[in-house]
């Protein structure tokens, strides 16, 4: 078993194999405001999905 403390673990943490329930990052694009920080946690079980929630798409300025 991966060492909890090792520099991987903490870049790409593996989960339980079994459980009740996922967390969930942030909000989607329709959330409230609130809820759509990186740092906002929810929990839903482990077969639900919903369109508003996934990966986020960052666009960077080009500089001039």
Known sequence: KEDIASDAAQMDPVGPNAGESKVIRGGGYISVAAHTRSATRFHDPPNV?????????????AKK
């Open 49 to 61: 999905s919903d369109e508003d929630l996934g990966f986020r798409v960052v666009m960077i300025r």
